[in-house]
Structures are given as C-alpha cells and as structure tokens.
C-alpha cells in the first residue's frame, strides 16, 4: 500500500528565510505527486503536481518541488518566505493511477513564519 | 465565491442526535468527495461519487450515509456518532476523466460530538 511521510510536524522560519518541506513516499509504481496547502480555517488548496516529465515542477505563490526517484522524495521549497505562508502544508500520491484522484495524504507539515 | 460551499460551517451535536453536513460545487465538476480531517491524523478519504454514483467506501461507519442527489450537491447524514466522530469534515470535487488530480476543497465542516 502507498504511504506518504512528512517528517517535520512543525517548522519555523523567519520571514525572508529560505524553506524546504520534506515529503517521502512509498509508492510501487511512478507516482503521481502533489502538495496541497491548507490556511488556517480553510480548505486545502493545491500548489502544485507532478505527474511527469521534468522532475522540477513550478507551482503557485512561488513555489516549487522537486522529484527525486533515486530517494522517493517530492520536497517543497520557497526561496523567500512571506508571513502569509504560514499555514499547514500535506504531501500526497495518487492511490491508483490516472484518474482516479484518490489522494493518500502525509500528516502535514505546520509552518510558521517569524516577521 | 467559492467554488465549493460546505453548510454549516460549525456543528455542535449529541450522541443521539441526526443531522446532515451539505456540500455544493459551482465548478461544473463531476465527482465528489467527502474526507474525515482529524488531529494529528492524515485526510482519510470516506466516499467517491462519481456521475451521481458511489464509486468509493472506505470502511465507514453506518452511522455515516452520504447522498448525491446530482453532481452540483453532496450530503453527509449523521445519526448516533460518537465523540471519535468529532473532526472537520471536507468535501471536494473535481473532474474525472481529465489527468489534472486536482481536488477543490470547501473550507469544511466543524462536526463536535458531545
């Protein structure tokens, strides 16, 4: 069965800080990747997906995440963190191919930013 | 507006009580999607409904029933929970058939089982 960890329960930096969430996965076959993002009181909201291609993938508000195969890794990073990304951050892979959209989530990571 | 509403946004309910969580997407989307949030527990994703049909039921609890009456509204019915059952419940939709895994999230249901 796939998995997802997100070792970090909480991080935090200072605004203007470099960031990078880490996201590991267990998964037989290629994996289809996301990173979600959840603001306090509201939904998740997707910042971006890999399911293909470049292993660099661009995703909203800045963002970007890298896949690595060789480690089943997907980490999220941000060169400058703004104190509006504060705010809960959940791995996923795609449970049983293409179309399906049925998400095995990390635990989430907690971030929390220092003006 | 967003494009998935969840209603009401906040519930406070005893044991043997029945209420019902409702869910509505402005998207034109054509699956739905109800997912348990729990503290210091992953999303657990509870039903499927795929073109009105239930496609998915990941070992839920009778004491849960959801209703697709058609593609726009998704319903969870409530009766007998227990305090375990107290989460935040989250709908979501998306379009099958399209290769984007993209889920669009109401801001959720606040359930507190007393």
């Known amino acids: 069965a796939q998995s997802v960890t997100q070792p970090d329960i909480h991080i935090t930096v200072s605004e203007g800080a470099s960031l990078e969430l880490r996201c590991n996965y267990s998964?037989?076959?290629?994996?289809?990747l996301f990173w979600y993002v959840q603001s306090p009181g509201q939904g998740l909201q997707l910042l971006l997906k890999?399911?293909?291609?470049?292993?660099l993938v661009q995703g909203i508000k800045g963002f970007e995440a890298e896949f690595k195969r060789s480690q089943s890794s997907f980490n999220l990073r941000k060169p400058s963190v703004h104190w509006s990304d504060a705010a809960e951050y959940f791995c996923a892979v795609e449970s049983s191919g293409a179309g399906s959209y049925q998400l095995t989530f990390g635990k989430g990571t907690k971030l929390s930013v220092i003006p | 507006e967003t494009g998935v509403t969840q209603t009401p946004r906040h519930l406070v309910m005893g044991m043997t009580n029945k209420k019902s969580l409702k869910c509505e997407q402005h998207?034109?989307?054509?699956?739905m999607y109800w997912y348990k949030q729990s503290a210091k527990k992953p999303l657990e994703l509870m039903f499927v409904y795929s073109l009105e049909e239930r496609v998915e039921n990941n070992s839920v609890p009778s004491r849960f029933s959801p209703e697709c009456p058609n593609s726009s509204h998704l319903f969870l019915h409530l009766h007998t929970l227990q305090p375990e059952d107290s989460a935040l419940y989250l709908c979501?939709?998306?379009?099958?058939?399209?290769?984007?895994?993209?889920?669009?999230f109401g801001e959720g249901s606040r359930l507190t089982v007393l």
């Open positions: 979501a939709s998306s379009r099958r058939g399209q290769n984007t895994g993209e889920l669009f």
């Open positions: 998207l034109g989307h054509n699956a």
């Open positions: 998964y037989g076959a290629t994996p289809y």
């Open positions: 890999y399911f293909s291609g470049d292993t």
